[in-house]
């Protein structure tokens, strides 16, 4: 029902910075996809986890490994969310997924690898 394509992944060298997008699609409320959207992380070999989410109305909530880092923002208006990461660590290579959470539905996008050398 609802599609989320994610952009903006790549590789960095550790204090680096990239910005991720993701734009989501489908049924609207208003022209506004309601709804708690956020990222999550895998590294290899570990399970995935929560990274920053954010509500409609822009509340945000992050993990403590990336407090302080990154900044979650959301674009209602073009159903979008975006995630700036700044000073990269190694530990932070990983494929970021983003989410989208509703009370019927929750939804993933394929996923945007991360890659921080050092």
């Known amino acids: 029902q609802f599609e989320l394509v994610e952009s903006g992944g790549g590789s960095v060298q550790a204090g680096g910075s990239l910005r991720l997008s993701c734009a989501a699609s489908?049924?609207?409320?208003?022209?506004?996809?309601?709804?708690?959207m956020g990222w999550y992380r895998q590294a290899p070999g570990k399970q995935r986890e929560s990274v920053a989410l954010?509500?409609?109305?822009?509340?945000?909530d992050y993990s403590a490994s990336v407090k302080g880092r990154f900044i979650i923002s959301r674009d209602n208006a073009k159903n979008t969310v975006y995630l700036q990461m700044n000073n990269l660590q190694r530990e932070d290579a990983a494929v970021y997924y983003c989410?989208?959470?509703?009370?019927?539905?929750?939804?993933w996008g394929q996923g945007t690898q991360v890659t921080v050398s050092s």
């Open positions: 954010i509500g409609y109305d822009g509340n945000a």
């Open positions: 489908g049924p609207t409320f208003g022209g506004s996809i309601m709804g708690i």
């Open positions: 989410n989208l959470r509703r009370r019927d539905s929750n939804t």
